[in-house]
T-cell receptor
Framework: GESVGLHLPTLSVQEGDNSIINCAYS??????FIWYKQESGKGPQFIIDIRSNMDKRQGQRVTVLLNKTVKHLSLQIAATQPGDSAVYFC???????????FGSGTKLNVKP | DAGITQSPRHKVTETGTPVTLRCHQTENHRYMYWYRQDPGHGLRLIHYSYGVKDTDKGEVSDGYSVSRSKTEDFLLTLESATSSQTSVYFC????????????FGPGTRLTVT
């Protein structure tokens, strides 16, 4: 598989704790957002999305919060597991659902 | 990897040589994408395709061309590779559900010496 040696901000959490990963986006016109998870040596994998007309969306063990006032997005992972260790990216989109702009990512390290 | 393969998976080439990367999908999806991933930059869109022979530029398209002669294949060509094009390249397809998530291939590591 492929991986990139990214010099990323790292969040270290204990197994079983909740994790919060933050993302600041750049364009106030962005109207659709996606969180991706990238494990070492693999391509990004979709986690959850949210449209700008929503403030919160929940999935299985994950919640995304959107604060348009301060252009901030967060991903909350409940009861973090070792399998959650990965790099997490937020991506923003404006209108056209083809051009997504990705953040530089946050590395989540789950300690057993 | 949602029926997406990339070839080659690794390639080392010399500056000035042409390089073609191939993305193949078995899902019959209309939309396909090429990204590059570099430290500190996340993923950046190079080109995308919205159908056979229909392509458009992304944010870092200079030095790259693409072609899509059939639904299942999307080719990325570096006409004359440069060291700045050393990167990991990911192909993606867009799902057809109610969300617009993209499914990514395993990536190709390209080194230009």
């Amino acid at each position: 598989g492929e991986s990139v040696g990214l010099h990323l901000p790292t969040l270290s959490v204990q197994e079983g704790d909740n994790s919060i990963i933050n993302c600041a986006y750049s364009n106030s016109a962005s109207d659709y957002f996606i969180w991706y998870k990238q494990e070492s040596g693999k391509g990004p994998q979709f986690i959850i999305d949210i449209r700008s007309n929503m403030d919160k969306r929940q999935g299985q063990r994950v919640t995304v919060l959107l604060n348009k006032t301060v252009k901030h997005l967060s991903l909350q992972i409940a009861a973090t597991q070792p399998g959650d260790s990965a790099v997490y990216f937020c991506a923003e989109n404006i209108g056209n659902f083809n051009k997504f702009y990705f953040g530089s990512g946050t590395k989540l390290n789950v300690k057993p | 990897d949602a029926g997406i393969t990339q070839s080659p998976r690794h390639k080392v080439t010399e500056t000035g040589t042409p390089v073609t990367l191939r993305c193949h999908q078995t899902e019959n999806h209309r939309y396909m994408y090429w990204y590059r991933q570099d430290p500190g930059h996340g993923l950046r869109l190079i080109h995308y395709s919205y159908g056979v022979k229909d392509t458009d530029k992304g944010e870092v398209s200079d030095g790259y061309s693409v072609s899509r002669s059939k639904t299942e294949d999307f080719l990325l060509t570096l006409e004359s590779a440069t060291s700045s094009q050393t990167s990991v390249y990911f192909c993606a397809i867009r799902g057809t559900g109610s969300s617009y998530e993209q499914y990514f291939g395993p990536g190709t590591r390209l080194t230009v010496t």
